[in-house]
Each structure stands twice: as structure tokens, then as C-alpha cells.
């Protein structure tokens, strides 16, 4: 009788949207605690700074809405278009663009250690990520710029671009790529699983419309401090979910791409705690 050859393992199936999402929702349930630490540690203050910017910019808007004079109302119109784009301005460029892809590096190292059997406690997942806080900025700084001026200009571009720079933190943190050469990585990824990469996108744009909704609905919008932070505050603890997404499709990414292993993420991981 003969031997037939071994056939050739095929590989493990394309992950879809919904199971990603069930994954980083268990993980997040598993994890709750540390992962809520590691968000609130700078999201937190960095919402209360903001937070406050956007009442001392958008004030005067509230003020000449609520003016009995129609003509102090029409007269103002375009100080009130040019300090409600300031405040996109800030709120993008701020929040968006620097604190949460920091939040976002910070969640893929204690992603990419969960993933491995680790528990890394929120101390070392900052620490870690400390340690290529340079490149890191390197990349985020000049995206957060390019997302808040596309943002500005017709909005389109500022989404298009958000998108494209998606990957940038993992590809920071896990591949110890920074500057253009980063931002050129995750343009890269995101047009190899484009599909992918907008629907999580897109869920996340849901769940931080859910948290403004709850914001507006319990909080008057003339409280532009308190109705700001609350929604930051609410989009905080959903968060994790969208983001723990994005960096599992970003293993799942460079697993077809690139036949990345759980031994790869493993030489990355500490690479990252010897850099």
C-alpha cells in the first residue's frame, strides 16, 4: 500500500467583522479593570482639558444664539461658523488625533500580551509603550494634523485619511516602525482589507454617536464643558471594544498578508520590552 503525502495545512479562514467584534468584547468583559485604567489614565485629563478649550472657544456662540437682537444674530454668523470650525479644529486635532492613538498604543501592547496568556497590569503597559513614546509621535503628530485639516476642509478627506492611518499605533508599537515610514505601513494594510478596516471604523463613529446622543439627551448643549466630558466619558468606556477590534484585524491583517504568528507577535512583544 502506498503512502499518500501529508496535504498541506490550509490556512486559518479570514476573521469577519462580527467575530472580531466578539472577540475584543470578550476580551474587554474578561479584562474590564485593567483596560478601563490603561484608557482613563490619560483619556481622562486629557477630556478635561479639552473639554474646557472647547467651553472657552464655543461660549460666545451660545451667548449670541440666546441674543433677543436678530440683527446682533445675523451680524455674528460668521463668528459663530469660525469659532464652531476652531472647535472641530481642536477637538479633532486633540482628542482624536494625539489622545486616543495613544490610548489606541497602549491598548494593543496589553492586546498584544493578553493574546500571548500575559496579564500586564497598566503600569507596564505605559512603560512599555514610553519606550517608543518618540516614534510613536512621530507618526500620530503629523496624522492628527492631516486628519484635522481634512476634517476642516469638506470633512470628506478628514475621514478618508482617519481611515487610512488607522494602523498607525500597532504599526508603531508592534513593527518599532515610526515617522512617514509608519503612516506609509498602515496606508499599506488598510487598502489590503479596506472592507474591513471601514466597518470597524464605522462602528466606532456609531458608538461615539451613541455617547454625544446620551450626553445631549441628559445634559443641556449650553453646558458645553459638562456635556462635552460626559460624552468623552461615555465614549471612554465603550472605547475599548472598537479598538481592541482594530488591533486584532490588524494580527488577522498581517497574518494573511504577511503569515504572522502568534511566535512573531511573541519576538515583537519583546523586542518592545528589550528596546
Known amino acids: 500500500m502506498s503512502e499518500t503525502p501529508d496535504s498541506p495545512v490550509s490556512p486559518a479562514p479570514e ?44 461660549g460666545p456662540t451660545v451667548a449670541l444664539a440666546s441674543a433677543a437682537d436678530p ?8 463668528s459663530v461658523y469660525l469659532f464652531g470650525l476652531l472647535g472641530t479644529l481642536v477637538t479633532a486635532f486633540f482628542l482624536y ?15 498584544a500580551d493578553r493574546v500571548l496568556g500575559g496579564n500586564a497590569e497598566w503600569r507596564e503597559v505605559w512603560m512599555l509603550l514610553f ?12 496624522a492628527a494634523l492631516l486628519v484635522a485639516l481634512g476634517f476642516v476642509f469638506f470633512f470628506i478627506p478628514g475621514l478618508v485619511l482617519g481611515l487610512l492611518f488607522a494602523f498607525v499605533s500597532p504599526v508603531v508599537l508592534i513593527e518599532g516602525i515610526g515617522g512617514r515610514a509608519a503612516l506609509e505601513r498602515s496606508v ?8 474591513r478596516v471601514t466597518l470597524l471604523v464605522l462602528v466606532f463613529g456609531v458608538l461615539r454617536g451613541v455617547a454625544q446622543l446620551l450626553a445631549s439627551a441628559l445634559i443641556p448643549s449650553s453646558a ?18 472598537p479598538v481592541l477590534g482594530m488591533v486584532l484585524l ?9 503569515s504572522f504568528t502568534p511566535d512573531n507577535l511573541r519576538a515583537d512583544l519583546d523586542a518592545l520590552k528589550g528596546a
Open 131 to 142: 519606550r517608543r513614546l518618540g516614534k510613536l509621535l512621530s507618526a500620530v503628530i503629523p
Open 224 to 241: 458645553i464643558f459638562a456635556s462635552s466630558l460626559f460624552g468623552d466619558l461615555i465614549t471612554m468606556v465603550l472605547l475599548p471594544v
Open 97 to 111: 488625533g494625539i489622545i486616543v492613538p495613544l490610548t489606541n498604543g497602549a491598548l494593543t501592547i496589553s492586546v
Open 250 to 258: 490588524y494580527f488577522d491583517v498581517r497574518r494573511k498578508r504577511d
Open 71 to 78: 440683527t446682533a444674530v445675523l451680524a455674528g454668523g460668521l
Open 15 to 58: 476573521k469577519g467583522v462580527a467575530d472580531i467584534l466578539a472577540e475584543a468584547f470578550q476580551l474587554y468583559r474578561t479584562h474590564a479593570k485593567p483596560l478601563l485604567v490603561t484608557c482613563a489614565l490619560l483619556f481622562v485629563p486629557a477630556s478635561i482639558i479639552k473639554s474646557l478649550a472647547l467651553a472657552a472657544i464655543l
Open 188 to 195: 499599506a494594510l488598510v487598502r489590503s482589507d479596506w472592507l
